[in-house]
Nanobody, 127 residues
Framework: QVHLEEFGGGSTQAGGSLSLSCVVSRYTFNRLCVGWFRQVPGKEREGVTSINTRDGSTYYTDSVKGRFTISQDNAKNTVYLQMDSLKPEDTAMYYC????????????????????WGQGTQVTVSS
């Protein structure tokens, strides 16, 4: 089964940047929807962005458009999340997740649609 491991995260001030990596193993990398999700205590897990590794199609939730960039490196079986112009409201535990992709096109970011999850990494943005 797909195994996911996140790297990166940490703390920064508002306006700063952080990057996250999600290393995928035990599955054919270019046949996946990979999403980044975030959650703060007491709130539901929120879909942030996704990429279809079959064709690179991406999706972003409105709150991160123009600030976050998702990308893939097929040679490293890795999906990246570059986060720029960070805001305090971006503070959360960030998770990558994956599900099989059967076709090209954008992948949704509904948490229940994703079957495999990483352990999460904390992102903290101070004002």
């Amino acid at each position: 089964q797909v195994h996911l491991e996140e790297f990166g995260g940490g703390s920064t001030q508002a306006g700063g940047s952080l990057s996250l990596s999600c290393v995928v193993s035990r599955y054919t990398f270019n046949r996946l929807c990979v999403g980044w999700f975030r959650q703060v205590p007491g709130k539901e897990r929120e879909g942030v962005t996704s990429i279809n590794t079959r064709d690179g199609s991406t999706y972003y939730t409105d709150s991160v458009k123009g600030r976050f960039t998702i990308s893939q490196d097929n040679a490293k079986n890795t999906v990246y999340l570059q986060m720029d112009s960070l805001k305090p409201e971006d503070t959360a535990m960030y998770y990558c997740a994956a599900v099989s992709s059967w076709d090209g096109g954008y992948c949704n970011t509904i948490p229940n649609n994703y079957s495999r999850w990483g352990q999460g990494t904390q992102v903290t943005v101070s004002s």
